[in-house]
């Protein structure tokens, strides 16, 4: 009996040795390994010197180019988590409300953004937006212009591009917060008293909070990593902090200072992964895959 | 009853932004214009031929499916197992546990891509394919184990004791029950780390080998110079490939099922 519970002990590790074995040697150990480089020190004939320098961490910290690369990213960043909380609640109040039909197909069709292709979806907007786009070459054909506008590579195409990318991710997020909440208590609101609007944002909106938190953390998270969709649709002044670290790792080859980029970027993101999981918890975000 | 009309309306708007710029894309590939863009001049297949007698684009279509049909096999093994632990037993540390595999998803994919080229750099080793592979599974993976995990919970644990009780034993139980009840979870979890690995560009353009190409990566090289009409022919076959591919998935998973609890009932 007691082999038995031993060895019932031992299964769940069992079970687990390969992805946990998987994740410490990609991932754990990897990480260990940037904090270490960050110390180290490019040289000028390009060979890393071994040590313990605080050059790059000095250059990340006080250079006024990166700290405004980092503050236009969490502004970009900002700016796309807001927006899709605004414009993805609508829809998943709907979707959370609507007949049973309408709401299969279109949970269905809240998933299709998931499997399209990401670099497709961000170029998309090249064919909506561009000098021969269909925006432009509708208005030519009205006569409303004579030549085409630009519309194209700028801040507000980025930060379009990314609530086109993240926006699903948003709505699905909010919609199972909404959708677990009980019709029965906005219907005891309004017999209460309460109209339709009160009963909204007494008792629908505070309960559907975790959600617009779990996917507000999400899209800023997704935004803030972000170096395609600036690539694509910014100009050349709308690098984002990810487009530095590309820059320095695979452009210049300068592990050492590309290390230290990326920890500033993890330590930021991370502080706020921490307070969020603080006070409500990472299993929202699990919710959605449910 | 009018709050209600402008809610559907706003839906309807967004779904519309979520969809037409893709419509868009796919329309185009079909055009028959010199130019592949507006105004459309007529239906055409060229552009799809272009891209058939486009060597590159067709080695960057075979590296995508090789590499995702590794990935999702790899990650859907590992990470099947590690759900059927998360569902299936309590353990002391099965929170730190439970964190460690989302955690590829809560670390930005930049961070992640940094780590592994640099450690594998170290370890001398140079950018291969098998470190784009690497790099794959350990992002899918904790995709794998959410979507398995969630779909296992489902699984009833009496239908496994009954057949135990019947004189199973448990790797038989394990192949004869666990495994086919599970394999809607399963293949879930093959199709979508397969669609995450085809589509990734954020930790490819970091980890691949020079002169290897992603179908995802080769559009962005295609980008780089002009917006070609073979790459909205590109992007038309990709959501095609990503988006029907899963769909008849499903499909035949629910009529496998369906299929199967007929056959029990009778």
């Known amino acids: ?290 | 009853m009018t709050g209600w009309s402008w809610i559907r309306i706003a839906t309807i708007l967004v779904y519309l932004f979520l969809f037409a710029p893709v419509a868009v894309v796919i329309l185009l590939a079909f055009n028959a214009n010199q130019f592949g863009s507006f105004p459309i001049q007529g239906f055409s297949l060229r552009w799809f031929e272009a891209l058939y007698h486009n060597d590159a684009i067709v080695r960057a279509f075979k590296t995508s499916l090789l590499l995702g049909v590794l990935t999702s096999a790899i990650s859907t093994t590992l990470g099947t197992l590690a759900a059927l632990a998360m569902v299936r037993y309590d353990f002391p540390g099965k929170r730190t546990v439970s964190s460690l595999l989302v955690a590829p998803i809560l670390i930005p994919e930049v961070v992640l891509a940094v780590a592994l080229l640099l450690f594998l750099q170290f370890l001398s080793l140079p950018k291969s394919f098998f470190l784009l592979l690497m790099g794959h599974v350990v992002f899918t993976l904790p995709f794998v184990v959410l979507v398995v995990q969630a779909r296992l919970v489902s699984i009833r644990r009496d239908v496994e004791e009954a057949a135990m009780s019947l004189g199973a034993t448990p790797i038989q139980t394990f192949f004869e029950i666990t495994l086919p009840l599970m394999l809607p979870a399963v293949m879930a979890g093959m199709l979508f780390s397969f669609t995450i690995s085809f589509d990734d560009i954020t930790g490819t353009l970091f980890w691949k080998p020079g002169g290897i190409e992603t179908v995802p990566t080769q559009i962005f090289a295609m980008l780089r110079n002009s917006i070609s009409p073979e790459i909205n022919a590109l992007g038309a076959v990709m959501v095609i490939f990503t988006v029907a591919l899963p769909l008849l998935g499903t499909a035949i998973a629910r009529r496998m099922s369906a299929a199967k609890m007929k056959s029990a009932k009778t």
């Open chain 1, 1 to 290: 009996m007691a082999a038995e519970s031993a060895r019932g002990r031992r299964q769940p590790w069992i079970l687990l040795s390969p992805s946990l074995a998987t994740i410490s040697f990609l991932l754990i150990i990897p990480m260990m390994f940037i904090v270490v480089y960050s110390f180290w020190l490019r040289t000028a004939t390009g060979a890393d010197q071994v040590g313990f320098y605080l050059d790059n961490w000095q250059e990340v910290l006080t250079d006024r180019y990166y700290r405004d690369i980092l503050f236009q990213t969490f502004q970009i960043a900002f700016y796309t988590t807001v927006i899709c909380a605004l414009v993805g609640y609508i829809p998943a109040y709907f979707v959370a409300n609507t007949r049973m039909r309408s709401k299969t197909l279109l949970l269905l069709m809240l998933m299709l953004p998931f499997w399209i292709s990401y670099i497709i979806r961000t170029m998309s907007w090249i064919n909506i937006l561009g000098s021969s786009g269909a925006i432009n070459t509708f208005l030519i054909w009205t006569g409303a212009i004579d030549s085409p506008i630009s519309m194209l590579y700028n801040q507000t195409t980025v930060i379009l591009g990314l609530v086109h990318y993240l926006l699903p991710f948003m709505i699905l997020n909010i919609y199972v917060s909404l959708d677990g909440i009980e019709k029965n208590l906005t219907e005891a609101a309004q017999s209460l008293g309460c109209n339709g609007w009160q009963a909204f944002r007494e008792v629908t909106l505070p309960l559907s909070f975790p959600g617009l938190a779990a996917g507000s953390l999400l899209c800023f998270v997704l935004a803030s990593g972000t170096y395609i969709t600036p690539l694509v649709l910014g100009g050349p002044r709308d690098a984002m902090f990810a487009n530095l670290v590309f820059e320095a790792i695979v452009t210049q080859l300068n592990w050492p200072l590309g290390s230290a980029l990326s920890l500033v970027l993890l330590a930021l993101l991370g502080v706020l992964v921490a307070v969020y999981s603080r006070y409500l918890g990472v299993d929202q975000i699990a919710k959605s895959f449910r």
